[in-house]
Nanobody, 113 residues
């Protein structure tokens, strides 16, 4: 199982970023996927979850209404569209397969003016 996150970077408050997670080594379309983030000195936080078919999503309270999770089962990829970014969104973002203990290297998102 391999997960590779990309798309992070430095963005000003109010800006947007789109993260991608490329998955391989398992039956991607059979698994729900999750996005987590971890800021320095904080616990890892669940940001969003999407069902295997993409029809059901869940968002953490801190990102509800600003972030959108999606997936493309033909490309074995999941995405996190992040809008109206705030300094509090600064963290390393990871994707994860629900039910498998596998993590990518993460992608750094920094929101700062």
């Amino acid at each position: 199982v391999q997960l590779v996150e990309s798309g992070g970077g430095l963005v000003q408050p109010g800006g947007s970023l789109r993260l991608s997670c490329a998955a391989s080594g398992f039956a991607f379309s059979s698994y729900a996927m999750r996005w987590f983030r971890q800021a320095p000195r904080k616990e890892r936080e669940l940001v969003a979850r999407i069902s295997s078919s993409g029809t059901t999503t869940y968002y953490g309270d801190s990102v509800e209404g600003r972030f959108t999770v999606s997936r493309d089962n033909t490309k074995n990829a999941t995405y996190l569209q992040m809008n109206s970014l705030r300094p509090g969104d600064t963290a390393v973002y990871y994707c994860n397969v629900l039910g498998l203990d596998c993590w990518g290297q993460g992608t750094q998102v920094t929101v700062s003016s």
